[in-house]
T-cell receptor, first 113, second 113 residues
Framework: SQQGEEDPQALSIQEGENATMNCSYK?????LQWYRQNSGRGLVHLIL?????REKHSGRLRVTLDTSKKSSSLLITASRAADTASYFC?????????????FGEGTQLTVNP | GAGVSQSPSNKVTEKGKDVELRCDPI?????LYWYRQSLGQGLEFLIY????????KSGLPSDRFSAERTGGSVSTLTIQRTQQEDSAVYLC???????????FGNGTRLTVT
């Protein structure tokens, strides 16, 4: 099955609430990245966390990485309607994976005003 | 500066016809990727170019698919004898290097009738 699987597949919350999305993967990684995709657009890079890092912050985003559990989470605090999008994790397994970032299936986040 | 540009944004073609999809990466980016995204799905890796190295073609689904990158810049993805299962959004991304975050174009939506 696919490296980088997000859950939940879909999440609907009210504006102001926090949103948490999870990503699990199967092999060792060099880094893990989170991307956002608005409907009909390309993906936009949000944050990169290296395998030797446990937590990283960027504005309202908080990413954690647990390499022992092969999992990561993306927390969006104080969500806004404009955060509505699909969120993907992508894993970089280094040279052993060739050249590719492997993307998960994504979590569709809906923030209701 | 300009981002990654893809053309056309939409393409409708008849089964059996050939199509060419174009990608203009960000100037100076040596790495260029093609991904395919089916409706509501994650990204499927197709091919990767890095500088003057031989491309990683390991994700191409069949020999009907090919890609070129001329002069280390513009890339063209060609699909010969299109099939209905080729219908998807084809996304191009570029980056400074293999390990740098990707910058995506808005994709070409291909519909094979």
């Amino acid at each position: 099955s696919q490296q980088g699987e997000e859950d939940p597949q879909a999440l609907s919350i009210q504006e102001g609430e926090n949103a948490t999305m999870n990503c699990s993967y199967k092999t060792s990684i060099n880094n893990l990245q989170w991307y956002r995709q608005n409907s009909g657009r390309g993906l936009v890079h949000l944050i990169l966390i290296r395998s030797n890092e446990r937590e990283k912050h960027s504005g309202r985003l908080r990413v954690t990485l647990d390499t022992s559990k092969k999992s990561s989470s993306l927390l969006i605090t104080a969500s806004r309607a404009a955060d509505t999008a699909s969120y993907f994790c992508a894993t970089d397994a280094g040279e052993t994976s060739g050249s590719r970032l492997t993307f998960g299936e994504g979590t569709q986040l809906t923030v209701n005003p | 500066g300009a981002g990654v540009s893809q053309s056309p944004s939409n393409k409708v073609t008849e089964k059996g016809k050939d199509v060419e999809l174009r990608c203009d990466p960000i100037s100076g980016h040596t790495a260029l990727y093609w991904y395919r995204q089916s409706l509501g799905q994650g990204l499927e890796f197709l091919i990767y170019f890095q500088g003057n190295s031989a491309p990683d073609k390991s994700g191409l689904p069949s020999d009907r698919f090919s890609a070129e990158r001329t002069g280390g810049s513009v890339s063209t993805l060609t699909i010969q004898r299109t099939q209905q299962e080729d219908s998807a959004v084809y996304l191009c991304a570029s980056s400074f290097s293999r390990v740098a975050p990707l910058h995506f174009g808005n994709g070409t939506r291909l519909t094979v009738t």
